[in-house]
């Protein structure tokens, strides 16, 4: 009787613990609710003369990002595929205090870069974008948001290829304060192709609806808060 006992009550522990373990299996993943920004300067030709726009965009930016969140601002020049085209980046502490003196210093980087920029000769746009999706998987970043301040016309220097498919799953790409060229006004085609081109090459990986046109600046906020 003992033994019975004593197999009645051995079976029930192993059951529970099988149990247990089953319940752990099936915990859900913990949601990763921090954002990630990376936002490339077109500093190409004339270009340079929008960026005091962009030095606002930017201070929204970080006006709107939270604690844990990370922030990322690089030029787009002649081989954007690197660190020194980083202009400035940080995670923002969780503690409040320092995450603001974080976003003072930021603020004042941006201003230095913009007051003493030269313009480039070439616009590496497939570049940067690939620099900024090594980054934003770095950081580990729950959403991953590419900003292009540019006209989007990539020009490249010699020797230089970037028909490559870039691995933006996970990503959404915005192209911001898209100016038309000259040869758009001649002729509305150019500007069309050349954003369904880029379309295409981010939603080939991106997926639909992740490649944004806004030159509504005021829809910018939706897409950080979304």
């Known amino acids: 009787m003992k033994k019975l006992k004593l197999s009645f009550n051995l079976c029930f522990v192993i059951a529970t613990g099988f149990i247990l373990l089953a319940g752990c299996?099936?915990?859900?993943?913990?949601?990763?609710?921090?954002k990630g920004v990376y936002m490339l300067l077109d500093t190409s030709g004339t270009y340079t003369l929008e960026l005091k726009k962009a030095q606002g965009i930017i201070n929204?930016?970080?006006?709107?990002?939270q604690?844990?969140?990370?922030?990322?601002?690089?030029?787009?020049?002649?081989?954007?595929?690197?660190?020194?085209d980083i202009i400035h980046k940080v995670t923002f502490d969780s503690r409040p205090s320092v995450a603001t003196n974080q976003k003072r210093v930021f603020a004042q980087k941006i201003d230095e870069f913009i007051?003493?920029?030269?313009?480039?000769?070439?616009?590496?746009?497939?570049?940067?974008?690939?620099q900024a999706v090594e980054w934003l998987n770095e950081i580990h970043a729950g959403k991953k948001i590419i900003?292009?301040?540019?006209?989007?016309?990539?020009?490249?220097?010699?020797?230089?290829?970037?028909?490559?498919k870039i691995p933006l799953e996970g990503f959404k790409v915005v192209?911001?304060?898209?100016?038309k060229l000259r040869a758009d006004i001649k002729d509305p085609t150019i500007y069309l192709d050349r954003m369904n081109n880029w379309k295409l090459?981010?939603?080939?990986?991106?997926?639909?609806?992740n490649f944004i046109v806004l030159n509504d600046l005021e829809r910018l906020e939706p897409i950080l808060a979304d």
């Not at 007051?115 to 690939?130: E, Q």
């Not at 192209?175 to 100016?179: D, E, Y």
Request: proline content about 1%.
């Open 25 to 34: 299996s099936g915990k859900k993943e913990e949601v990763n609710y921090t």
């Open 60 to 65: 929204y930016i970080l006006g709107s990002l």
């Open 67 to 84: 604690t844990q969140d990370s922030f990322a601002v690089a030029r787009i020049d002649s081989g954007s595929f690197s660190e020194k």
């Open 115 to 130: 007051k003493n920029v030269k313009s480039a000769p070439y616009t590496d746009i497939s570049g940067g974008m690939l």
């Open 147 to 164: 900003l292009i301040f540019s006209d989007m016309e990539e020009e490249l220097a010699a020797g230089d290829k970037r028909d490559f």
């Open 175 to 179: 192209a911001l304060n898209v100016t």
């Open 201 to 209: 090459k981010v939603e080939e990986s991106a997926g639909k609806g």
